[in-house]
């Protein structure tokens, strides 16, 4: 099968006859499949490559094959306020128990529930 060139002398690109309709199509079919699985081997190399930057502020990558029990650095850490055991809720904060005064455990409010809060929804 040579190559078509046009009235310019431009290569053209083949065009399909009546009778190759369905070669053609699964052809079609064959590159669109192609295309996709190399666009997805690409989209999970690049996820790959962002889960094992890992750490941002140490610049480490997690090594998962040893799951190491070692004790946290500070930084990694969360620092939390070490608040006494409410004795009317059992949970631990600050202030006037929002449970006693009837309030959501969220924003305070009398108006609503922590379930119906509209505070802290995303």
């Known amino acids: 099968m040579?190559?078509?060139k046009d009235s310019e002398g431009k290569q053209s690109l083949p065009t399909l006859g009546s009778g190759n309709s369905e070669l053609g199509n699964e052809a079609l079919a064959e590159l669109v499949r192609?295309?996709?699985?190399?666009v997805l081997e690409t989209k999970v190399k690049e996820?790959?490559?962002t889960l094992q930057v890992g750490c941002l502020e140490c610049k480490k990558s997690k090594d998962h094959s040893s799951q190491r029990t070692e004790s946290r650095s500070v930084k990694h850490v969360s620092a939390r306020p070490n608040f006494s055991t409410c004795k009317n809720c059992n949970r631990r904060?600050?202030?006037e128990c929002h449970r006693e005064?009837?309030?959501?455990?969220?924003?305070?409010s009398r108006?609503?529930?922590a379930q119906d809060c509209q505070a802290?929804?995303?």
């Open 93 to 95: 904060h600050p202030g």
């Open 34 to 38: 192609k295309v996709v699985e190399e």
């Open 111 to 113: 108006e609503h529930r």
């Open 2 to 4: 040579g190559d078509k």
């Open 120 to 122: 802290y929804s995303s």
């Open 101 to 108: 005064k009837r309030a959501c455990f969220r924003c305070g």
């Open 47 to 49: 996820i790959r490559e």
